[in-house]
């Protein structure tokens, strides 16, 4: 016969745990302290299981029964509920959190605390301790206008893509049912035009060296400028480069993925002027582990403000900074009818094509050698004609 509440409520307890059944394998554990306790014995695609239901009367008899009439599992009710509360409670810092940490080991350092960053300054001051699942797009987009108002269209850019990607990760693991911020773009404020970072042109690179020659600035900061010019490398590369990426011999600097934008190794080949500068470079910092050793602290590489610097005190502010060689060095070479394949792998900008990306590697790397050899034969030929010192000298004294 199935319990009642009066045979419930007149259970007395004995010496040892003793049951009263229900139907349906619901049973009531009676213990010896007088606790009556809620237990159930069923089948879930034919396995037995027990389940704990609470103690008798906070649980409900007539729940029980309600969800083994519906055919569920109970136990797995209980947990959708727990996980639901969990989930109700999450706040976007700790989604945001967890999709950077998932991110992170596939970009750049640089790109992790860059977004890291943003993430701080940014996002997390407005949507941090909100519950994920309560942030609606309009509030989004009112938080991508206040970015917008203070002129960083840029960076109202990246927070929209970073937005879509946190939700569309909380979507894939079930912490949120909607992504609010998709097409955030469709509304996004116009931003003016896109200005590339400033540089010279080629004819004009004789006088930047000259002035750069002349400048009261540190042999590293010099060096630095110099090298970039005759790479074509990103600042942030060349500045955090360790000693053991280089091989003078061999005249080529292989970079690993995990220090490249595109997360794919990249080897730099060297004309001779550069492995020129670089054996100078050796007999200042060769017995530090970075190449452009911190004037403070040797362990760390020189700001990443020092090359721009430099070139505003030489009186080129908005003419010329260090990322605006790679477009000088695109651009001039272009015009000179190389192959367009050569010019990308040499600026890294790689391939989407993955096995189209690994043949380029391994067959364009003489080409790019001629061709940058090439190059920077025709920056001391310009500069020998311009009478201005070679890019390949130096003086011997610095400050």
């Known amino acids: 016969m199935p319990l009642t509440d009066s045979a419930i409520k007149i259970a007395k307890p004995k010496e040892k745990p003793y049951k009263l059944s229900d139907a349906q394998g619901l049973y009531l554990e009676i213990t010896p302290n007088g606790s009556k306790l809620w237990r159930l014995k069923y089948r879930v695609a034919g396995k037995e299981k027990k389940l704990a239901l609470g103690a008798y009367p906070a649980v409900s008899l007539q729940k029980a ?14 947990q959708a509920d727990k996980e639901a509360q969990q989930s109700n409670g999450l706040t976007f810092e700790t989604l945001a959190r967890e999709w950077h940490a998932y991110r992170a080991p596939r970009w750049a350092k640089s790109t992790a605390d860059k977004t890291a960053a943003y ?5 997390l001051p407005a949507l941090g301790k909100r ?15 206040g970015i917008e108002d203070r002129g960083a269209h840029n960076v109202a850019k990246k927070c929209r ?39 010279v042109t080629f004819a004009e690179l004789p006088e930047l060296l000259g002035k750069i020659e002349s400048a009261s600035i540190n042999v590293l900061t010099r060096h630095a400028i110099r090298l970039l010019v005759l790479t074509g490398v990103r600042p942030g590369e060349l500045r955090a480069a360790p000693w053991p990426e280089l091989d003078l011999e061999a005249a080529v600097w292989t970079i690993p993925k995990e220090r490249m934008k595109a997360r794919r190794p990249h080897v730099v080949p060297l004309p001779r002027q550069a492995v020129a500068i670089l054996r100078q470079l050796q007999e200042i910092t ?6 452009f050793a911190g004037r403070n ?7 990443e403000n020092t090359v721009n610097k430099a070139l505003a005190d030489a009186g080129y502010r908005g003419r010329q900074t260090g990322h605006g060689f790679r477009h000088l060095l695109s651009t001039e070479l272009n015009s000179r009818g190389y192959n367009r394949d050569w010019i990308e792998r040499q600026l890294a900008h790689g391939d989407a094509d993955e096995m189209r990306d690994t043949y ?24 020998a004609g311009a009478n201005v010192v070679s890019i390949k000298m130096s003086t011997p004294t610095e400050n």
């Open 286 to 291: 060769g017995g530090y582990a970075l190449v």
């Open 360 to 383: 380029n590697h391994a067959t364009y790397l003489e080409q790019r050698r001629d061709m940058m050899q090439a190059w920077a034969d025709s920056i001391d030929a310009l500069c």
């Open 297 to 303: 602290n040797s362990a760390r590489p020189m700001s």
């Open 131 to 145: 519950p994920v699942k309560a942030i609606t797009r309009p509030e989004l987009v009112e938080l991508l206008r």
């Open 65 to 78: 029964r309600q969800l083994l009439a519906e055919g569920k599992d109970p136990g797995a009710e209980r």
């Open 161 to 199: 893509q970073w937005l879509s990607q946190i939700f569309r990760f909380g979507l894939a693991k079930g912490s949120v049912n909607t992504n609010p911020a998709t097409d955030l773009d469709v509304v996004a404020a116009h931003a003016p035009a896109t200005r590339h970072h400033p540089h």
């Open 119 to 123: 993430l701080a300054s940014d996002l």
